[in-house]
């Protein structure tokens, strides 16, 4: 099946700091999603980005399909921003699942 | 617009009891989901199904059943929980097509002792 990884594992930042999390895939794909869990368990939908790049505020996304990767850009972050951030992807194949990476976890402090 | 229900929301078996999760969505859509989620594994995939009458396995099927015999509900079994199946399960939804973005709903906590 189609592998999804994530990078870095963890990753902690002071507030205002800006950060870029990674995400490679084995396959064609078409979907792409960025998803935080927030503290509290809920899984939010920040991008869907089969290809492309876009915005949303401080939150920003691209994906270039060709080369397998996708990349979710946090600026001026904020304590609010903690949480895990995972990238979900479903392969092109008809019939095929979406498929998650194991997640970045990221702390912002004060 | 509710989106994704999952019911219940907590839910504590005893090692042998079963018990079903119910998944229910009002988006029409083709696809729904159920994954797993434990610590340090991120969510994977155990049962989806790409239509009402279909189903199919993922990642981690094994201890589990589903039934898909409405489009807008996907039905999550199991037969004889075992403490290994303690985890928080979440289904999702997604339109079939071009258009494949999948919502989610808030989860199920469960306790297997």
């Known amino acids: 099946g189609i592998q999804v990884e994530q990078s870095p594992p963890d990753l902690i930042l002071q507030e205002g700091a800006n950060s870029t999390l990674r995400c490679n895939f084995s396959?064609?794909?078409?979907?792409l999603q960025w998803f935080h869990q927030n503290p509290w368990g809920q899984l939010i939908n920040l991008f869907y980005?089969?290809?492309g790049t876009k915005q949303n505020g401080r939150l920003s996304a691209t994906t270039v399909a060709t080369e397998r990767y996708s990349l979710l850009y946090i600026s001026s972050s904020q304590t609010t921003d903690s949480g895990v951030y995972f990238c979900?992807?479903?392969?092109?194949?008809?019939?095929?699942?979406?498929?998650f990476g194991k997640g970045t976890t990221l702390s912002v402090s004060s | 617009n509710a989106g994704v229900t999952q019911t219940p929301k907590f839910r504590v078996l005893k090692t042998g009891q079963s018990m079903t999760l119910l998944c229910a969505q009002d988006?029409?859509?083709?696809?729904m989901y159920w994954y797993r989620q434990d610590p340090g594994m991120g969510l994977r995939l155990i049962h989806y199904?790409?239509?009402?009458?279909?189903?199919a396995k993922g990642e981690v099927p094994d201890g589990y059943n589903v039934s898909r015999l409405k489009k807008q509900n996907f039905l999550l079994g199991l037969e004889s929980a075992a403490p290994s199946q303690t985890s928080v399960y979440f289904c999702?939804?997604?339109?079939?097509?071009?258009?494949?973005?999948?919502?989610f709903g808030q989860g199920t906590r469960l306790t297997v002792v």
């Open positions: 999702a939804s997604s339109p079939g097509g071009r258009n494949t973005e999948a919502f």
């Open positions: 396959d064609s794909v078409n979907n």
């Open positions: 980005i089969p290809s």
């Open positions: 979900a992807v479903k392969r092109s194949q008809a019939g095929t699942a979406l498929i």
């Open positions: 988006m029409n859509h083709e696809y």
């Open positions: 199904s790409v239509g009402e009458g279909t189903t």
